[in-house]
């Protein structure tokens, strides 16, 4: 008899699966699913005219982004429209739905929820690798780069970048322009964080940004949900 060999991708995937049901709330739905080419087939002809000029790996991940997001978006609505590519690359989801998509190298993580309590969705994972030490300067504020000292490694730098780049989409729905990391300053609590942003913007008014974040072996995962600040109690 042949024995498959084992493939640790396939360990880390359900390692994963478990880490984001660790911080995705009541209402948020996930899906996390290894970057592969068999999800090509799925993508809808809408889909495919958009990836048609891609290279092999940009429809590789493309294609398993949009399969995943639209496996959530089917159990929270029975209908199954093509996800086109918005402003700033942002899926374009049904009215009265949201959702958002990320990737590394080797996973596509993806959240979608119709609660009507929530404004916008922003999911992130990363290599903890990928984010070194010289991007501090970049990614924190002064009051952030304090708390990192002061947690003397109970979080790392990779967790304030992810979990801004989740902050960053959670809004964008709602302000319609990319921000920066100085734009937004974090406070983080174990593995919850508020996104307090640091400009002024009408469509931010009463609204909060906050979040979960994990780290997970070479993974880190963060997601961010912006909802009006009297709701925040729900989530």
């Known amino acids: 008899m042949t024995r498959s060999t084992p493939n640790p991708l396939d360990d ?47 429809r590789t991940e493309f294609a398993t982004g949009r399969t995943s997001v639209r496996r959530l978006l089917r159990e929270l609505d029975s209908a199954d429209p093509p996800i086109l590519i918005g402003a700033r690359r942002a899926p374009i989801v049904p009215p009265g739905l949201h959702a958002s998509i990320s990737h590394c190298e080797t996973f ?40 990192l000292k002061r947690d003397r490694g109970a979080r790392s730098l990779a967790c304030y970048f992810s979990a801004k780049e989740a902050a960053f989409k959670a809004v964008h729905g709602l302000i319609g322009k990319y921000i920066d990391f100085s734009d937004i300053e974090l406070t983080i609590c174990c593995d919850r964080f508020v996104a307090q942003p640091l400009f002024v913007d009408r469509a931010l008014e009463d609204i909060r940004v906050e979040g979960r974040v994990t780290e997970r072996e070479r993974y880190v995962l963060a997601v961010a949900w912006a909802s009006p600040s009297s709701a925040s109690a729900q989530i």
């Open 108 to 147: 596509v993580a993806t959240i979608a929820s119709k609660a009507t309590h929530i404004m916008g969705l922003g999911v992130d994972i990363e290599f903890h690798d990928r984010v070194t030490p010289d991007l501090a300067d970049a990614v924190l504020s002064r009051t952030e780069k304090a708390d």
């Open 12 to 58: 880390e995937r359900l390692a994963l699966i478990d880490a984001m049901h660790a911080i995705v709330p009541h209402g948020i739905r996930h899906d996390i699913r290894r970057i592969s080419g068999e999800w090509i087939e799925d993508l809808l002809p809408e889909e495919r005219a958009i990836a048609a000029d891609f290279t092999d790996a940009r």
